[in-house]
């Protein structure tokens, strides 16, 4: 039996009056899912546990069969193992963005316009990256560059007890309302006020200025953890899997589960990405022997983010055609069972622009079953409400693997 789940981050969403009543998963042209959906099993599931922030390392560790209540320790640590950072039991790992202010006067007063500096190049942030920690660094503190607009700080013998803001949950708003807070975070925050002095002046920004392109005038730290232990994902469903995404949260997660990370050239993290490379890597996993695949896209959350409604269509119908079609159309041609789930992390509402701990909707298709085709029953929110209910996203993977 080979094993796929596709997730499709953000893509959760509301009904829109612009698409008259349907959410953007339902107006999408999603032939190839909706076709196994036909044949398989609409349902919602809640990825996001009651009292828990609904970030994508809660709702991955969640879809990815881990309960997040046991195993969350914060999102960083995650994405700092996936960057080879050697993390030590006692030391704190932050997720730092570069972001772009705009506004003037105090650094209180700038507006949080763009939580990626929009889309910044890898090559750019690792020059204004390396810029920050020779600003920064210390006996206890270094920065490291990643990928794109999405950054760590590593501190040794670091705090825990901060309230540090995910800078994609407060676009549009003030930096005073913000900042980080709790014992210890001045030193957190000054960091970032420093930084935005320095960035705005830096001759990578100066260029893209001129380019007409946003700025990354400030890094931005939050999202603090330490280094998580998972049951091997070998000992918890007995398969040999691997992880395909650009985002180094998601390879993360896998790493610490004991999954392999495939990395596919051209991928992005937006939907601009190497669809087909993700796709041919896909397969490329099945035949050299994997039993799971875990296929992350970003791009709907992106474009969410953005508030870019036409983009998130465009982004989810592009997943069904070039990724979704493709593998599937493989892993039938092999004549093995195989089973393949869709679903988003959780939802991204173009209305508010950040992540929402509601129930999203699945869509799971199980070659060795045999049910009467219905034409109707096809992938979304409405459909998913008339069809099973997961209380959790873990249990969800579960009855996906056993």
Known sequence: MKYLILVTDGAGDEPMEVLDGKTPLEAA????????????????????????????????????????????????????????IDMSDSDVAFRCNLVTLKGSGEYEE???????????TTEEAKELIEAVNKAFETEHIKFYPGFSYRHAMIVHEGGLDYRLTPPHDVLGKKTGDHLPKGRGSESI????????RFLSEHPVNLARVKKGLN??????????????????????????????????????????????????????????????????????????????????????????????????????????????????????????????????????????????????????????ESKEKDTGRVYGETSGSRGLLFQNGFELTDYFFK
Not at 350 to 359: D, K, N, Q, Y
């Open 29 to 84: 042209h999603l032939k190839n899912i909706n076709s196994m959906a036909a044949l398989g099993t609409v349902g919602l599931v809640k990825t996001i546990p009651e009292g828990m922030d609904p970030g994508s390392d809660t709702a991955n560790l969640s879809v990815m069969g881990y309960d997040p209540k046991v195993f969350h320790t914060g999102r960083s640590p995650l994405e700092a193992v996936s960057m080879g």
């Open 189 to 196: 925050r000054d960091m970032m006020i420093a930084s935005y």
């Open 110 to 120: 700038l507006i949080i316009e763009d939580h990626s500096a929009g889309d910044i």
């Open 215 to 368: 700025p990354a005038n400030s890094i931005w730290i939050w999202g603090q953890g330490k280094k998580p232990k998972l049951t091997p994902i070998f000992e918890k469903y007995q398969v040999k899997g691997v992880t395909i995404s650009a985002v180094d949260l998601i390879k993360g997660i896998g790493l610490c589960a004991g999954m392999k990370a495939v990395a596919v050239e051209g991928a992005t993290g937006t939907i601009h990405t190497n669809y087909e490379g993700k796709a041919e890597a896909a397969i490329r996993s099945f035949r050299n022997g994997n039993d799971f695949v875990f296929l992350h896209l970003e791009g709907p959350d992106e474009c969410s983010h953005q508030g870019d409604l036409a983009g998130k269509i465009k982004c989810l119908e592009l997943i069904d055609e070039k990724i979704a079609g493709p593998v599937t159309e493989y892993l039938k041609s092999t004549g093995e069972s195989f089973k393949f789930l869709v679903l988003p992390d959780h939802q991204t509402p173009i209305r508010i622009r950040t992540h929402r701990g509601e129930a999203v909707p699945f869509m799971l298709y199980d070659s060795t």
